[in-house]
């Protein structure tokens, strides 16, 4: 069953139910903000603050970091992660194959104001499937007479119990850009556990990353991807945004399938770029 519902202060958003999962997407920003097979466990967190409002991101999901990845390189009046997450998307179909299985899909096409923003026609489309997986595929279409480059993310804020206990597998020995630490190219051959503030952009990597939590392991798999951002602010940066709650960065952790800084991709007019990210639990 998919419904759309509009929250009271006027926030569009899908709600989907089939025999495998819940989901909510947001029409800003085609955001899923909440996918579970059973409320306890999320596979996305949400802040218990987040804001709803329009021109600004929700905090938590999966937001869509599109054309460009953090900020941009050379205006920095530009908003932060690019335009598609705050820009209202269309609802162009829902598929529901099985009784288990829907399949949502949002577009996003140049206007007058994302030309202000970034002067290329183009045509983009999130494609999210949830079911007993949540995928989710961004397709890049260039629409204009000439070639254009992006940086993107697919932002996604995971769910966990205890940030204290998570380990990460599957970025041993990749090198990693630490925005933490004057950008110094670092990397590291354990697997990654988070016991204070994190910001890294690890690069040309495709693998996948599976997240040991203290009772499930959540797989992220991904497509047409070579960076990995890991991402979790802490205690004070927390506290210091207003939409984060401030106990959330013990219950989180971004996980983003991402091409970022050198592994920007070039899309010459006519062809287009896809970027699939799965997550499911063991
Ligand atoms: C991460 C970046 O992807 O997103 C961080 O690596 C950034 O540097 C974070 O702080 C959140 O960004 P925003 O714009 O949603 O507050």
């Not at 602010?233 to 971004?254: H, R």
Request: aromatic share 10%.
């Amino acid at each position: 069953m998919t419904k759309l519902k509009k929250s009271a202060n006027g926030f569009t958003y899908l709600s989907v139910k089939n025999e495998k999962a819940n989901a909510k997407i947001s029409l800003q920003g085609a955001h899923l903000f909440h996918f579970s097979h059973d409320e306890k466990q999320p596979f996305v967190w949400l802040s218990k603050s987040s804001l709803f409002e329009q021109n600004k991101a929700i905090r938590g999901g999966v937001p869509v970091c599109w054309p460009w990845f953090g900020k941009h390189q050379t205006q920095s009046n530009l908003p932060q992660h690019g335009f598609a997450r705050t820009s209202l998307w269309s609802l162009e179909k829902i598929d529901e194959p099985d009784k288990g299985t829907t399949i949502v899909t949002l577009t996003l096409n140049d206007s007058p104001q994302s030309m202000l923003l970034w002067p290329y026609a183009f045509s983009l489309s999130l494609t999210i499937t949830i079911g007993d997986k949540l995928v989710l595929s961004l397709r890049t279409f260039n629409k204009d007479k000439k070639a254009f480059e992006i940086t993107e993310a697919l932002h996604t804020y995971l769910w966990v119990e205890d940030i204290g206990n998570v380990e990460v597998s599957g970025l041993e020995n990749v090198k990693y850009v630490d925005s933490l630490d004057d950008s110094k190219i670092k990397s590291s051959f354990v697997p990654l556990s988070i016991h204070k503030e994190v910001d890294r952009v690890y690069f040309d990597t495709k693998d996948c990353c599976v997240i040991h939590d203290k009772k499930r392991k959540l797989i992220v798999e991904k497509f047409g991807s070579n960076s990995t951002v890991v991402w979790n602010p802490w205690s004070e940066k927390a506290k210091a945004m207003q939409d984060f709650d401030n106990e959330g960065y013990k219950t989180m952790l971004c996980i983003e399938t991402a091409n970022a800084l050198k592994n920007s991709i070039i899309i010459e007019p006519g062809e287009s770029h896809t970027i699939t990210q799965t997550i499911y639990s063991l």
